[in-house]
């Protein structure tokens, strides 16, 4: 893990760059749709997940606008807690997303006890490659 993050400490609001392709994901089902990914503006950036990811593939500047996926360490793995984003650079063919490190505490209650439902019952993790789950 140290040699992932370096000196970036949890709760850094300097993105690092993860492969979206190796990065485990925390749920294994999700929304095709987005219904609050919003920027500043107040205007939803996305409709759906494969809108981001013609994004990710072809429109850089807009791309460069999508918040950082926000990553947890749980029993010594990397996962990340925001899946669709993850999925849209995988179906968008990018090599790199920015991600930022959180500590568990730092996430909401539902969002831990969805990660750690998904780690009791899955014994594991959800890859989602493509459309599909691997269990790791």
Do not use: C
């Not at 392709?21 to 500043?40: C, I, M």
């Amino acid at each position: 893990i140290a040699k992932i993050f370096g000196a970036s400490p949890p709760g850094s609001t300097q993105p690092i760059m993860l492969d979206p392709q190796r990065l485990r994901t925390a749920q294994p089902q999700f929304s095709e749709n987005f219904s609050s990914v919003k920027p500043k503006s107040g205007e939803r950036a996305f409709e759906t997940v494969d809108e981001m990811a013609n994004a990710v593939r072809n429109n850089p500047d807009k791309a460069s606008k999508i918040e950082a996926v926000r990553v947890v360490e749980w029993e010594g793995r990397i996962y990340s807690i925001d899946t669709r984003r993850v999925v849209a650079y995988r179906r968008g063919e990018s090599d790199k997303i920015p991600a930022v490190r959180v500590e568990l505490e730092a996430l909401s209650s539902g969002e831990r006890k969805r990660l750690r439902q998904s780690m009791h019952n899955n014994n594991g993790s959800y890859t989602i490659s493509n459309d599909r789950y691997i269990m790791e």
